[in-house]
């Protein structure tokens, strides 16, 4: 593996872990009138994008890395609209 594909690889681990801690701290407190919907929903059409554009190109580490980001968002996304409606 060349530095390249270090730097994307470990770019793609991190963007796809980000969302994490947050849906954690949802699931655990229950609060999130904090955390903007329209975050992630332009969050989940930017990955859903890269992933369109890694299967164009065929490059794995961009489809797997924004498809596990895109279905962790919605997570995020569902979480936020399931507890808001709620209340």
């Known amino acids: 593996m060349n530095l390249e594909e270090l730097i994307g690889i470990s770019a793609g681990i991190f963007t796809t872990i980000a969302v994490l801690p947050q849906i954690h ?7 999130i009138e ?9 969050l989940c ?3 859903g ?11 794995w580490p961009i489809i797997i890395t924004n498809s596990i980001s895109f279905i962790l968002n919605g997570i995020m996304l569902k979480i936020v609209w399931f507890q808001g409606n709620n209340k």
């Open 25 to 31: 701290k949802a699931v655990k407190t229950k609060k």
């Open 34 to 42: 904090d955390v903007s919907p329209t975050m992630f929903v332009i």
């Open 45 to 47: 059409l930017g990955v």
């Open 49 to 59: 994008l890269w992933t369109i554009y890694g299967i164009l190109k065929m490059d």
